[in-house]
């Protein structure tokens, strides 16, 4: 069974530029969650999707940030314009909603460097 | 504020003895814990989970004891192999696991042979 898949694996980009990111979850999975980890901290949850629906999205910076889950299945997630302070790992994760509830599966990140 | 706690940045065992790898937490809404293990590069590798209605899980070297009137949590991994020298980070929810998690700032876990 394939992983949860992320596009690109890097990233460097100038402040001010857009930038987006791509998530495949494992297949089967109806729950979706983006996170960014800073450097010496654990993974900080953006936004966690429910098939296409954002069920708990406060945590994502809305003035910059945005993601959509067409489908649900693959999502994106899109920071315009980028700032020096969203250098980070962004990564996606995955869950089913069968027997064994709350395990997280995740990708192996994007690492954004914003110049 | 921080509600799970790592306290321990790094931890340095000997080959072939017990790894023990604590954890706090302060909000008393979690009701599932997990330890996930990172290598550079890559993305957290789930290891094993515990619900609130336990104490104790354990799965072939690794145990996790839940400590709910201490709001602690712990790992250990017996006996301690070089393959275990990752990041390990723990994680918890709310929901019956079902939200998003909240993780630690991770323990670094050298082996040392």
């Known amino acids: 069974e394939a992983g949860v898949v992320q596009s690109p694996r890097y990233k460097i980009i100038e402040k001010k530029q857009p930038v987006a990111f791509w998530c495949n979850p494992i297949?089967?999975?109806?729950?979706l969650y983006w996170y960014r980890q800073n450097l010496g901290q654990g993974p900080e949850l953006l936004i966690r999707?429910?098939?296409?629906?954002?069920?708990?999205d406060s945590q994502l910076p809305k003035d910059r940030f945005s993601a959509e889950r067409l489908k649900g299945v693959d999502s994106t997630l899109k920071i315009q314009p980028a700032e020096l302070g969203d250098s980070a790992v962004y990564l996606c994760a995955s869950s089913s909603q069968g027997p064994v509830v709350g395990i997280q599966y995740f990708g192996a990140g994007t690492r954004l460097s914003v110049l | 504020d921080q509600q799970v706690k790592q306290n321990s940045p790094s931890l340095s065992v000997q080959e072939g003895r017990i790894s023990i790898l604590n954890c706090d937490y302060t909000?008393?809404?979690?009701?599932?814990f997990l330890w996930y293990k990172k290598y550079p590069a890559e993305g957290p590798t789930f290891l094993i989970s515990i619900s609130s209605i336990k104490d104790k899980n354990e799965d072939g070297r690794f145990t996790v004891f839940l400590n709910k009137s201490a709001k602690h949590l712990s790992l250990h991994i017996v006996p301690s192999q070089p393959g275990d020298s990752a990041v390990y980070f723990c994680?918890?929810?709310?929901?019956?696991?079902?939200?998003?998690?909240?993780f630690g700032k991770g323990t670094h876990l050298i082996i040392q042979p």
């Open positions: 297949s089967g999975h109806n729950t």
């Open positions: 999707y429910e098939n296409e629906e954002a069920v708990d």
């Open positions: 994680a918890a929810s709310g929901g019956g696991g079902a939200d998003g998690l909240t």
């Open positions: 909000n008393s809404m979690f009701d599932y």
